[in-house]
């Protein structure tokens, strides 16, 4: 993993897939994708970092709150939104 997060050193903006939330991603762990956790992990060198490609059945609702979870977990990271603009 010491590789990946190199790669997220000194990033403006890392952009890192996070399909599933850390709860459901044992059900989905053979998908070959990830949740955000693992991600925030990954993308925390980065200035700022978006988890993006969340999981096709999961609603508004519960994106809202695996947003919140990760913010509070990792400062610099969001999930992404359609439509959504950032400022670096």
């Known amino acids: 993993m010491r590789r990946l ?24 762990k053979s998908f070959g994708h990830t949740h955000w956790h693992a991600a925030g992990k990954i993308a925390m060198p980065a200035k700022k970092w978006l988890g993006v490609h969340h999981h096709h059945l999961a609603d508004d609702h519960t994106l809202g709150l695996a947003d919140q979870e990760l913010r509070a977990t990792f400062p610099n990271g969001r999930l992404g939104k359609d439509g959504q603009t950032l400022w670096l």
């Open 5 to 28: 997060t190199e790669w997220m050193e000194n990033v403006d903006l890392g952009i890192v897939e996070s399909t599933f939330t850390p709860q459901n991603y044992n059900a989905n």
